[in-house]
C-alpha cells in the first residue's frame, strides 16, 4: 500500500509493506553519507536490516526513552555528522519509535539548514501519528516538544512486520492516538475499536489513521488551523506525562486520560471508556492538581488570556474551543 502526502515540493510516499525494511535500497538512495538513528529497544534484527543495505553508515544508537529528547543527545547527532564530514547530500534515516523520529529529524532540519530525512517507525505510535506530518521536536525544562521544528520527510517506510518484536504494552500504547483520529474524525475507524478485533484489524485501522492525518495536514501543514484538531488529548495528556517525568505512565496512556476531560457526550464518553478498558489503557492516574496546572501553562496552546482545547461534541468531529485558565483548574479539580 502507498499514500503520498501532497504539500507540493516537500511531498513524500508514505510506502507500507511487510518487509519493505529488506526492501530498503529500491526506495531510498542509499549511496551517500547516512546517519541511521536508533534506540537501545529497537532489536538488533531491525538495526542490520538497514545497516546491510548501507554502504558507508554511521549508526548511532541513543538510550530509550523521552530522555534521550534533549539538548544534549541532538547536539551529539550534530557533532556526529561533523565529525563524519556529512554533506548536505547526506541521508539521517530514524528506525524507532516516536523518540527516535521526533529527535533525529530535528537534527536533520538543522544540520547545515536541513538534509534528507527518511523515517521508518517501528512501533503502533510511530506508525500511526509521529512518523508523518513533519513535527519534530525535543524536549526541555520539563515541557514536552517545546523546541523543534516542521520538517518533513523524504520518505516514510512501515513494515508492520517490526511490530511483531513490541512489547504489548506500547502496542496498545500507539493505538490510543489512532482511536483518537476516530474520535475526531472517523466513525468507522471508532467502530474497529468498538466492534472488531485489533490485532485483526491492525493493517485497516494504521491506514485509516494515516488516510485521516494525511488529509489534516495536507490542509493545514503547520497547525495553523484544522490540524489543531489532532491535539485532541494532548493538552491535559502531556502535562500529566510531564508530571511523572514521562517514566511512569507512556504517552498513550496519558492521552487517553486527557481525552475524557473534553468528550462531551456522556454516552460516547462512556463508549470510550469500554474501548480503553478492553485495551487495558489505564483512564485515571493520581497527580497532583497545581503541578498539572502550572504545566499547561507553559503548553505551546497557551494564550495570555486562556488555552486552546479539541473538544468532541458527536463522534467524528472536533471543534476548537478557548478556554479560561480558571476553566481548566476547575476541570482538573473535578
Same mark, same amino acid.
Given at each position: 500500500?502507498?499514500?503520498?502526502?501532497?504539500?507540493?515540493?516537500?511531498?513524500?510516499?508514505?510506502?507500507?509493506?511487510?518487509?519493505?525494511?529488506?526492501?530498503?535500497?529500491?526506495?531510498?538512495?542509499?549511496?551517500?553519507?547516512?546517519?541511521?538513528?536508533?534506540?537501545?529497544?529497537?532489536?538488533?534484527?531491525?538495526?542490520?536490516?538497514?545497516?546491510?543495505?548501507?554502504?558507508?553508515?554511521?549508526?548511532?544508537?541513543?538510550?530509550?526513552?523521552?530522555?534521550?529528547?534533549?539538548?544534549?543527545?541532538?547536539?551529539?547527532?550534530?557533532?556526529?555528522?561533523?565529525?563524519?564530514?556529512?554533506?548536505?547530500?547526506?541521508?539521517?534515516?530514524?528506525?524507532?519509535?516516536?523518540?527516535?523520529?521526533?529527535?533525529?529529524?530535528?537534527?536533520?532540519?538543522?544540520?547545515?539548514?536541513?538534509?534528507?530525512?527518511?523515517?521508518?517507525?517501528?512501533?503502533?505510535?510511530?506508525?500511526?501519528?509521529?512518523?508523518?506530518?513533519?513535527?519534530t521536536a525535543i524536549n526541555a525544562g520539563g515541557i514536552k516538544n517545546n523546541i523543534g521544528a516542521f520538517y518533513q520527510p523524504i520518505k516514510v517506510l512501515i513494515d508492520f512486520d517490526t511490530l511483531s518484536t513490541l512489547p504489548r504494552r506500547h502496542y496498545v500504547n500507539g493505538?490510543?492516538?489512532?482511536?483518537?483520529a476516530g474520535l475526531i474524525y472517523d466513525p468507522q475507524l471508532f467502530a474497529l475499536f468498538e466492534n472488531g478485533n485489533i490485532d485483526d484489524d491492525l493493517e485497516k485501522i494504521i491506514y485509516r489513521s494515516l488516510c485521516m492525518k494525511k488529509d489534516v495536514v495536507e490542509k493545514?501543514?503547520?497547525?495553523?488551523?484544522?490540524?489543531?484538531?489532532?491535539?485532541?488529548?494532548?493538552?491535559?495528556?502531556?502535562?500529566?506525562?510531564?508530571?511523572?517525568?514521562?517514566?511512569?505512565? /507512556?504517552?498513550?496512556?496519558? %492521552?487517553?486520560?486527557?481525552?475524557? !476531560?473534553?468528550? &462531551? $457526550?456522556?454516552?460516547? +464518553?462512556?463508549?470510550?471508556?469500554?474501548? /480503553?478498558?478492553?485495551?487495558? %489503557?489505564?483512564?485515571?492516574?493520581? !497527580?497532583?492538581? &497545581? $503541578?498539572?496546572?502550572? +504545566?499547561?501553562?507553559?503548553?505551546?496552546?497557551?494564550?495570555?488570556?486562556?488555552?486552546?482545547?479539541?473538544?468532541?461534541?458527536?463522534?467524528?468531529?472536533?471543534?476548537?474551543?478557548?478556554?479560561?485558565?480558571?476553566?481548566?483548574?476547575?476541570?482538573?479539580?473535578?
Amino acid at each position: 500500500m502507498k499514500l503520498h502526502v501532497d504539500l507540493k515540493e516537500r511531498g513524500y510516499d508514505i510506502v507500507m509493506e511487510r518487509g519493505v525494511l529488506h526492501r530498503l535500497a529500491q526506495e531510498v538512495d542509499l549511496n551517500r553519507n547516512v546517519l541511521l538513528v536508533s534506540d537501545s529497544k529497537v532489536p538488533v534484527q531491525w538495526i542490520d536490516a538497514v545497516k546491510e543495505q548501507c554502504p558507508h553508515c554511521v549508526v548511532k544508537i541513543v538510550p530509550s526513552g523521552e530522555e534521550s529528547k534533549s539538548f544534549a543527545v541532538w547536539e551529539e547527532l550534530l557533532s556526529c555528522m561533523l565529525e563524519h564530514h556529512f554533506l548536505r547530500s547526506d541521508l539521517v534515516i530514524a528506525l524507532g519509535g516516536g523518540v527516535v523520529g521526533d529527535l533525529a529529524g530535528f537534527a536533520a532540519a538543522c544540520y547545515m539548514r536541513g538534509i534528507d530525512f527518511v523515517n521508518i517507525p517501528t512501533t503502533t505510535l510511530a506508525q500511526i501519528d509521529s512518523s508523518i506530518g513533519g513535527k519534530t521536536a525535543i524536549n526541555a525544562g520539563g515541557i514536552k516538544n517545546n523546541i523543534g521544528a516542521f520538517y518533513q520527510p523524504i520518505k516514510v517506510l512501515i513494515d508492520f512486520d517490526t511490530l511483531s518484536t513490541l512489547p504489548r504494552r506500547h502496542y496498545v500504547n500507539g493505538l490510543v492516538e489512532a482511536l483518537k483520529a476516530g474520535l475526531i474524525y472517523d466513525p468507522q475507524l471508532f467502530a474497529l475499536f468498538e466492534n472488531g478485533n485489533i490485532d485483526d484489524d491492525l493493517e485497516k485501522i494504521i491506514y485509516r489513521s494515516l488516510c485521516m492525518k494525511k488529509d489534516v495536514v495536507e490542509k493545514d501543514e503547520r497547525e495553523s488551523g484544522l490540524r489543531k484538531i489532532l491535539n485532541f488529548g494532548h493538552t491535559i495528556g502531556h502535562a500529566i506525562e510531564g508530571y511523572y517525568h514521562m517514566e511512569e505512565y /507512556l504517552h498513550g496512556e496519558c %492521552v487517553a486520560m486527557g481525552m475524557l !476531560y473534553f468528550i &462531551e $457526550d456522556d454516552e460516547l +464518553r462512556e463508549r470510550t471508556i469500554r474501548v /480503553l478498558k478492553q485495551l487495558n %489503557v489505564p483512564i485515571d492516574a493520581p !497527580y497532583d492538581k &497545581e $503541578d498539572v496546572y502550572q +504545566r499547561l501553562l507553559a503548553d505551546k496552546k497557551a494564550g495570555h488570556d486562556g488555552i486552546t482545547v479539541v473538544k468532541v461534541k458527536t463522534l467524528g468531529t472536533a471543534e476548537l474551543e478557548t478556554i479560561s485558565y480558571e476553566e481548566i483548574k476547575e476541570m482538573l479539580k473535578g
